[in-house]
């Protein structure tokens, strides 16, 4: 286990601090204190684990928060370029995104679905949460709409067609370098991991956003 409870609970309590230091840049304060949520979720699921509690409730929040991922990341993402109208719509779509992908999530097995499979997670005959290779993982059940594909494209693309693209090119980097060095795990833990090691790119984006904008 690379990942723990304490770390979960502390990371929660850096992002809330520095989102209330910097709460005058509203984009950047509300995506780090929407950032700590995810892992405040994940540290009372170790704990619910630890305690051989349910956690179904608190997994089901998490998937609520994917679902919302990719509007908060491109508001981040939308400081760097305030004045482009192009963000009103892709916050829009965002948002309608949200609200649709959290329907997703459902109360039905679906283990015979052709598109479900063992690395995926989020086929499981129940939604909960448990100790993975190296932290904290997911499983989801879904139905057979379940596509993460439209996801991705909000939440890693629309920044290249801004004057923000330099930070979308980043954060797609560091995105696909945590893939590539969680490759081993499957689906709901990377995403556990991803959501947790988050903090290693906004935070320093966003204590130095002002120097950033320069460039």
Not at 54 to 65: D, F, G, Q, V
Not at 120 to 136: E, F, M, P, R, V
Request: with cysteine; net charge positive.
């Amino acid at each position: 286990m690379c990942f723990n409870e304490e770390m979960s609970y502390f990371n929660f309590l850096i992002l809330s601090l520095v989102a209330f230091i910097i709460r005058d840049k509203y984009r950047l304060s509300a995506t780090l204190f929407f950032l700590g949520i995810k892992d405040l979720i994940q540290g009372m699921s170790y704990t619910n684990i630890k305690n051989n509690k349910e956690t179904k409730a608190l997994t089901s929040l998490s998937w609520i928060h994917i679902c919302f991922q990719p509007l908060f990341v491109n508001l981040f993402i939308s400081h760097f370029d305030i004045n482009n109208k192009l963000w009103k719509y892709i916050f829009i779509i965002c948002l309608i995104f949200g609200f649709y992908y959290i329907t997703k999530l459902n109360e039905f097995d679906i283990q015979n679905d052709k598109k479900c499979n063992d690395k995926s997670d989020y086929c499981a005959d129940k939604t909960h949460s448990y100790i993975g290779k190296y932290h904290l993982g997911y499983k989801f059940n879904l139905n057979k709409d379940n596509n993460i594909n439209f996801w991705m494209f909000l939440m890693f693309l629309p920044g290249l067609f801004t004057k923000s693209k330099i930070i979308s090119i980043f954060w797609i980097l560091f995105a696909g370098l945590i893939r590539i060095f969680f490759q081993n795990v499957n689906r709901g833990e990377l995403e556990a991991i991803w959501c947790f090691l988050s903090i290693i790119y906004a935070l320093p984006v966003a204590l130095f956003s002002e120097y950033i904008k320069h460039y």
